[in-house]
């Protein structure tokens, strides 16, 4: 007599185990704890219900980021089409390091328009620049997160890099150049 499996595959428990707290941190940068712990849940139920074709894909990593972002970008807040990474300026290393009013107002400022100019990014640069930047992680963790190589990775966020150096004006100077 054979019985179904009635939880999910081990293979589903090992990759969760791998990659749950990325896919938090990613989602925290865009949602609210509640709603950031909701769409990993959800990102990973529907892994499990189409676990066999994840499986089947070319890399299941990256079979299950691309899940993992259209629940995020599904439940985000978006202004003029791209989502809202504004919160996430408000937990900056750098304005947890300014120590004066007038440097945590310039900083926080900065920080809303480096987040505006990330949301306005492709999707996979996006990502990058996401959990590289915002999230802390070093680029052998993104390129496991997101099932990309390394070079992928690196030249992703090279790109990124370019992007944003283009799109955001430096900040003004104080008093006359020389």
């Not at 791998?18 to 989602?27: E, I, P």
């Not at 074709?53 to 299941?60: N, R």
């Not at 492709?122 to 993104?142: A, F, I, K, S």
């Amino acid at each position: 007599m054979a019985t179904a499996h009635s939880g999910p595959p081990l293979e589903h428990g090992a990759l969760r185990l791998t990659v749950q707290d990325g896919y938090l941190a990613y989602a925290g940068a865009f949602l609210a704890s509640d709603a950031r712990d909701a769409a990993v849940e959800d990102a990973f139920a529907i892994l499990w219900l189409s676990f066999d074709e994840a499986l089947a894909s070319p890399d299941i990593r990256r079979y299950a980021w691309d899940l993992l972002r259209a629940m995020v970008k599904a439940r985000a807040d978006y202004r003029d089409e791209r989502p809202v990474l504004g919160e996430a300026a408000f937990d900056t290393l750098a304005l947890r390091q300014e120590t004066c009013v007038e440097g945590q107002a310039a900083q926080l400022a900065e920080s809303l328009e480096l987040c505006a100019a990330i949301s306005r990014l492709p999707d996979t640069q996006l990502d990058v620049m996401v959990l590289r930047h915002m999230c802390g992680y070093p680029p052998e963790e993104v390129s496991d997160l997101l099932g990309l190589s390394l070079a992928t990775v690196r030249s992703t966020e090279r790109h990124a890099r370019r992007f944003l150096a283009e799109t955001i004006e430096p900040p003004a100077t104080e008093g006359p150049t020389p």
